[in-house]
């Protein structure tokens, strides 16, 4: 048998251990590993071999080796470990515990994103430019700063411990309005009368005109959509004293805050007009006049918080022959009653005042609450008037005169006057009083007609309860003849619960009742002794 012949291709080596079974195993890939990359003299090994620089984490195959050169490809970067990062200044930061902290500053932000391993670094905005009401927009300089600068009164004050910019007024009188339309002294207000003022902000379609403390003779001419308002927090520390006439525009709005009005006549003088006129949280001094005398006006109007002064005659309001709808509130106003306030138009309110001029309300319509009157207050003939908890205390008048032709209601209220009666007028309408506490003088007097549920036609005390008497009142005596009497009372109602009793004995008392009723006309008194001629008491009280 012949042997066979061993060639290089079957020969046994420690690169093909399996070949004396005649099996080819794969070729073995070498492998390296060493602190830096391969070079062109490391031509040693095997096509093929791999290479780990394990100072970079690259890895390359040999390719070819050619002309005494070894050819290396490389595979691919590795991420390595990170060592330090160096800034622009301050040197080299070095990993703690395998983390370098970005942090960032100022308007740079830093966000990591562990999901995307990623760092998001970002600008915030910064101003680009401000724009004032003309001449422009203003871009910040090179190091990105605007400068605000004050003039005149305003005064503006860097804090930049706390970024802020405070703004605010040299002048007297508290802190600056926002408002172009100032008026007080050179160097503190753009203008020095009232009226200056008033005609620029007209101009520029109307405004707030501010006033400085002070003292201002003018008589003015008022406009449409424009407010005089003193710059002040107290007026009787530092008054806005505004003396003189003025005129109102003719439509629109307009109106006076914070201001002490005087006048040796009228405060606001006109005719006719439909403008809405405010005097709000001020003082009035009228020598002899009204606040607002405008006969003919149809437009609306309003005071509210404030106080008459010391006023000689002040009537309030003159609107004779006007279509007004006032508004009162929260007020002292009016003295003496030379003046008389005249009411006119569709609707009054008077709520939570002082009224202390004769007033006669024409209106349509009188809403009253929770008022004090001290001088005569008529309802006039066109009058519907609601007057709920006040109190009329007039000394040489009556409190009340009713001249209305239509119904009205006074009800949880005080009726006191010297004068007699208390309650007076032609009406002919009637008048319901209801729940109401009369002072000492009781009588109602008119041709009006008077409705009531239980009222205290007196005054009350601890001890006593004093109830009027008279013509077709709730309580009175008569006198029996044979045992019989007919009370005339126009009263009494058929649920009026009439209680008896006998005042003086006469003839042979004998039982009394009530035997008969006719609603609004009379009630009859019989004894059970046709002898009877006592006194009898009698007390008419209508159920709740």
């Not at 003779?217 to 004293?241: H, K, M």
């Not at 000394?395 to 009205?408: C, E, L, V």
């Amino acid at each position: 048998m012949a042997q066979a012949q061993n060639t290089s291709q079957d020969a046994v080596s420690g690169l093909q251990p399996l070949s004396y079974l005649n099996q080819n195993q794969p070729a073995v890939v070498l492998f390296v590993r060493l602190n830096r990359a391969p070079k062109t003299t490391d031509r040693r090994f095997k096509f093929g071999t791999i290479w780990l620089d394990t100072a970079s984490n690259a890895v390359y195959a040999l390719v070819n080796v050619k002309n005494n050169e070894a050819f290396w490809s490389l595979l691919g970067q590795g991420s390595g470990d990170l060592e330090s990062l160096t800034g622009n200044t301050g040197g080299a930061v070095f990993p703690s515990s395998g983390n370098i902290e970005l942090l960032g500053g100022g308007r740079i932000n830093v966000e990591g994103l562990p999901g995307l391993s990623t760092l998001a670094i970002s600008v915030s905005d910064i101003t680009e430019f401000l724009t004032g009401n003309s001449g422009g927009a203003v871009g910040p300089d090179p190091s990105e700063n605007i400068n605000i600068v004050g003039t005149g009164v305003i005064d503006v004050v860097g804090n930049p411990g706390t970024n802020t910019l405070t703004i605010s007024s040299t002048a007297s009188g508290g802190t600056f309005p926002m408002t172009p339309f100032v008026v007080g002294p050179v160097g503190k207000g753009e203008f020095q009368t009232i009226q200056a003022g008033l005609d620029a902000a007209n101009a520029a379609g109307g405004g707030i005109v501010g006033v400085q403390p002070g003292t201002f003779n003018e008589n003015l001419i008022l406009y449409n959509n424009t407010f005089v308002v003193g710059l002040t927090n107290s007026l009787e520390a530092a008054p806005v004293i505004i003396t003189g006439i003025h005129s109102p525009p003719q439509s629109g709005t307009f109106g006076f805050d914070k201001c002490q009005l005087e006048s040796a006549t009228d405060i606001i003088l006109g005719t006719s007009g439909t403008a809405s006129l405010f005097i709000n949280n001020c003082l009035i001094k009228v020598t002899d006049g009204f606040i607002f005398n405008i006969t003919q006006w149809s437009g609306e109007l309003n005071i509210n918080d404030t106080q008459d002064i010391g006023s000689t005659t002040n009537g309030i309001i003159n609107n004779g022959s006007g279509d007004s709808i006032v508004f009162l509130n929260n007020s002292v106003l009016g003295a003496g009653n030379a003046k008389l306030m005249n009411l006119q138009g569709d609707r009054a309110a008077i709520h939570f005042c002082k009224i202390n001029c004769s007033t006669l309300s024409n209106a349509g319509e009188l809403d009253m609450f929770s008022s004090f009157c001290t001088q005569n207050f008529e309802i006039g003939p066109n009058c519907q008037a609601v007057i709920f908890n006040c109190v009329f205390n007039v000394s040489g008048d009556a409190a009340i005169t009713y001249s209305s032709q239509a119904s009205s209601a006074l009800s949880q209220s005080i009726v006191a006057s010297d004068n007699s009666p208390a309650i007076d007028g032609p009406g002919p309408g009637t008048l319901d009083i209801e729940n109401v506490v009369f002072g000492d003088n009781r009588e109602i007097i008119g041709t009006f007609t008077i409705t009531r549920a239980f009222s205290l036609f007196g005054t009350v005390s601890a001890n006593e309860l004093e109830i009027t008497e008279g013509t077709n009142a709730r309580m009175g005596t008569a006198v029996l003849a044979a045992g019989m009497v007919t009370v005339a009372n126009t009263s009494v109602t058929a649920n009026t619960r009439i209680f008896l009793t006998s005042q003086v004995d006469g003839g042979t008392p004998g039982f009394i009742r009530v035997s008969a009723r006719v609603v609004s006309t009379s009630f009859t008194i019989t004894s059970g002794s046709g002898a009877d001629t006592s006194t009898i008491g009698w007390l008419l009280i209508e159920p709740a």
